[in-house]
């Protein structure tokens, strides 16, 4: 019996990002149940569609990537969290981690650093 794919929730503030990790998933073994544009939507989209995993920016605005973890994880400790960022500071690496990240990706990323960082993520 095949079990159901991971679901994944994607959000970014930024279209394109968005649109691009959409394209990666969907050759993969996912389901993407949803994408937010900021953090506040995220939590919600959490609290209704309780994916198994949140690829999210670190920087977006009305509530950032690190604040919209921390209440995930707050929340839902089971929900993996994989954070994505342009600007890998050692600062937002470890309070991504800290928060409770499962992983970190650095844009510009690519369709077998994603993958890598999901399937980690899924494997604890």
Known sequence: MRTAPPKILIVDDNDLMRTLLRGILRKE???????????????????????DIVCMDVMMPQMDGIEALQAIKAAHPEVRVVMISGNPSKDNVRESIEG???????????????VDALRRALAG
Do not use: Q
């Open 29 to 51: 073994e996912y389901e993407i149940v949803g994408e937010a544009k900021n953090g506040a939507a995220a939590l919600d989209l959490v609290e209704r569609l309780r994916p």
């Open 100 to 114: 409770g990240a499962s992983g970190f990706i650095v844009k510009p990323f690519n369709a077998g650093r994603v």
